[in-house]
C-alpha cells in the first residue's frame, strides 16, 4: 500500500467528519496502529476541522437575546387570582419557579439544537470543499491524459504521412554489435534533401549527454545536429544532407562534437 496515495485519497477527512463507511473505519484503524505517518494525519486532520470550525463560527444576532428573554418573562407572568379561587392554607411562592425551569430547559435545547447545526455545516462544507479539490485533481489528471493522446496521436500521424510520402525514403537504423535491439528511423526527402529523424526505442540520455546524427558522405562523418529528447516532438528535421551514403547515431556530450566516438554508436542503416 502507497502510504502517501492512502493519505491522499480522502478517506481520513471522511473518518474525522463522520462520513466513512464501516469497511474504510476498520482499514484505517488496522493501517494507523503500525503507521505513525497516518496517525498524525489524523490529527492534523481533527485539528484543522476544529480550526475551521472555530474560524466559520456565526455569532447570534444581538436582539435574539432580548427575543428570548422578552418570551421568558412572558410567560412567567403571574394570572390574577381571585378570592374565591385562591387557597385559604396555601402560601403563593414568591416566584414562579417551574415555569423558570421550564424556560431555562427550553433555552438549553435551543442552545444544544444551533451547536448541533453549526458542527453540521461545519462538517459538511469542509466535505464540499474537499470533493472540489479531488474533482479539480480530477480534471486536470483528464487534461494531462488528452494533452498526451493528443500528442501521440500527432507524433503517430507524421510517422504515416512520412512513411506514406512517394517523394520520402525512409531508411531503418538497426542496432550495432553492442545494441542490437536498438531502432531509429531517418526520413530523406529526395527533392530538398531534408532528414527528419526518430529514435524508435533508444533508451533516455543521460542530462549531460545527447544523441548525434552523422550521415557518411564519401565516407567520412558529417554531423547532421543532436536530437532534442525534452521536445514533445518525436519526429526532429534534422541538417539536410546531399549525397549520403549511411545514417548512424552516437551517443555524445550535449551539444554536440565535431567527430563521431564510435564506441557510443547505437544504430546505423545504409541508404
Known amino acids: 500500500m502507497d502510504i502517501k496515495e492512502y493519505i491522499s485519497s480522502g478517506i481520513i477527512e471522511a473518518y474525522v467528519m463522520g462520513f466513512a463507511s464501516e469497511e474504510e473505519i ?5 493501517v494507523r496502529k503500525n503507521n505513525p505517518e497516518v496517525q498524525q494525519a489524523i490529527i492534523d486532520a481533527q485539528e484543522t476541522l476544529e480550526d475551521f470550525a472555530t474560524r466559520e463560527a456565526i455569532a447570534p444576532p444581538p436582539a435574539l437575546k432580548s427575543v ?10 403571574e394570572q390574577p387570582i381571585t378570592a374565591a379561587q385562591q387557597p385559604e392554607t396555601i402560601a403563593t411562592p414568591l416566584y414562579p419557579t417551574q415555569s423558570i425551569d421550564n424556560s431555562k430547559a427550553t433555552l438549553k435545547w435551543f442552545a444544544a439544537a444551533a451547536s448541533i447545526l453549526l458542527v453540521a455545516s461545519v462538517s459538511f462544507n469542509f466535505y464540499l470543499n474537499h470533493n472540489k479539490n479531488s474533482i479539480n485533481a480530477q480534471l486536470a489528471a483528464l487534461s494531462q491524459n488528452q494533452k498526451t493522446t493528443d500528442l501521440a496521436y500527432q507524433n503517430l500521424k507524421s510517422k504515416w504521412d512520412m512513411a506514406n510520402n512517394p517523394e520520402i525514403r ?9 545494441h542490437p535491439d536498438m531502432k531509429a528511423m531517418v526520413y530523406f526527402e529526395k527533392k530538398s534533401n531534408a532528414v527528419y529523424l526518430t529514435l ?7 542530462e549531460d549527454q545527447q544523441y548525434q546524427l552523422w550521415a557518411i558522405v564519401e565516407g567520412k562523418p558529417v554531423s547532421l545536429g ?12 534534422m541538417i539536410a544532407v546531399n549525397a549520403a551514403q549511411a545514417f548512424a547515431i552516437t ?12 564506441e557510443n554508436m547505437y544504430v546505423m542503416g545504409k541508404v
Open 26 to 30: 476498520s482499514i484505517l484503524d488496522c
Open 68 to 77: 428570548i428573554w422578552a418570551k421568558i418573562s412572558n410567560e412567567n407572568q
Open 170 to 178: 525512409t531508411i531503418p537504423l538497426l542496432g550495432v554489435e553492442k
Open 200 to 206: 524508435e526505442n533508444l533508451p533516455l540520455a543521460p
Open 226 to 237: 543532436v536530437y532534442d529528447q525534452n521536445s514533445e516532438k518525436a519526429m526532429q528535421q
Open 251 to 262: 551517443l555524445e556530450k550535449r551539444g554536440g562534437v565535431a567527430s563521431p566516438t564510435m
